[in-house]
C-alpha cells in the first residue's frame, strides 16, 4: 500500500511524528494500516501538530479532510467527564456528594449510598442492563434511566471498578440535566463549541452527517477474558448497545458516553483544559480544586469487565500502570472502541487526540495511537 497524501502542520522538531503517522497508513502493526485518520496536539493550549490523510470512507473514494467528523465512541468519555466537572465548579455538584442528592430515584436496591465520584469511576454495579432488552431502548433515555435506577447492582457499589461503555454516559447525562437543566450535548454546544469554534457533538444533527467518516469495523473481536454476567451485561447481550451504529438515528441520538462525533483537533484543543491549569484561550473554566478533585484516583484495581487493572479518576483513566498516555503516570485520557485515543497531561502541558476509521480489536491502546504518542514525547 501507498502512502497517501498527509495533510497538516508538523514542526521539523516533530517530524518523527509526521513518519510515525505515514508510517499507519503502510506498515502498522497487526496489519492495521490506516484508511483515514487524524492526529492533533496542543502544547500549552495551542495546536502544535494537526495531521490528517487517506479516507473518510471505506471504499477510498471520499478524502479524510480538515472538516471530517469521526465517531470516537468512548472516547468521548474524556468530554463527558469535563462537562460533570463544570458541574463541580460551578457549585451545582461535589463527587462526594450521593447520587440519590439529585436522582432520588436512583436509591432503589441498595445504590442509595453510591457517590458521585465513585459512579463516575465505574462503580455503581450497572454496567449494563440485567437481562436483555430491545437495543432501542438507548434511543429512549427516561427510559433506559428508570430501568437502571431500579435495577439491583450486579456488584456491591463502591467496592470495585466494572467498565460501564454505555450505562454511565445516560446517568451521567441524567444528573446533568437535573443540575444544569439542558442537555449535556446542548451544553456542550453553547458554552464550549460555539464560542471557541469546537467541531465536538454530542448528538449530531442531520445537517453534519455528510461530514461524518465512514467506520471500518474490526475483524476480530476484542479479548475480554472469560465471559460471564458482568460483561454480557456490559457487551454482549441483546440490547448492551444501541442498535443502527452509523445510522441518522444512532448519529443525532445523546449518547455522551459512546456516539460523540468529533474533530481530532477540536477534542485535543478541550482536553487542554485539563492540560493547562483549567484554562482554554485565556479563560478559566477548572480551578486547581476541581481539577484535583476531577483527577485524584477514585479506585484502583482489577477491572472487573476490562481485563486490566485500573486507576480510575472520575470519569477518565489514570495512565498509571497502562502506560499509553506517555510517561506522566498521572495523564489522564480515554480510549474509544477500534483505537481512538484522547489523553491530557498537566505535567508536559500537552493534550491530544488520535481518531481513525479503520477500528481495531485493542480495548485500550491501540498499537497506531501509541506509537504516534511514543513519538511525540520522544521528541520532547
Partial sequence: MTTPQIHGTCPDRFVAVKDAFAANF???????????????????????????????????EKPFTQTTLVPIFSSGKAVMALMIARLVEQGKLSYDDKVIDHWPEFGQNGKDH?????????????????????PAIWYDPPAVVARLAAQKPMWEPGTASGYHPISIGLMAGEIFRRLDGRTMGTALREDFCEPFGL????????????????????????????????????????????????????????????????????????LSIIANDGRLKGETFLSAETLGALSQERIHGPDKILPFTLSWAAGLMRNEGIDIFGPNPDALGHCGWGGSLVWADDKAKVSGAYVMNRQSPHLLGDPRAVRLVNALYQAF
Fill in 199 to 270: 467541531d465536538l457533538w454530542i448528538g449530531t444533527p442531520a445537517s453534519e452527517h455528510d461530514r461524518a467518516a465512514e467506520m471500518k469495523r474490526p475483524s476480530s473481536l476484542p479479548n475480554l477474558g472469560k465471559l460471564d454476567e458482568l460483561k454480557m451485561a456490559a457487551f454482549v447481550n441483546k440490547g448492551a448497545a444501541p442498535g443502527g451504529r452509523g445510522s441518522a438515528e444512532w448519529r443525532g441520538a445523546e449518547i455522551p458516553s459512546a456516539n460523540m462525533h468529533a474533530s481530532g483537533a477540536d477534542l485535543a484543543r478541550i
Fill in 26 to 60: 503502510t506498515d502498522a502493526s497487526e496489519g492495521l494500516n490506516e484508511v483515514g485518520a487524524r492526529f492533533s496536539v496542543t502544547i500549552e493550549g495551542e495546536t502544535v501538530i494537526d495531521l490528517w490523510g487517506g479516507s473518510a470512507d471505506t471504499a477510498g
Fill in 114 to 134: 453510591l457517590t458521585i465520584g465513585q459512579l463516575m469511576s465505574h462503580q455503581s454495579g450497572l454496567p449494563g442492563f440485567d437481562e436483555p432488552v430491545d
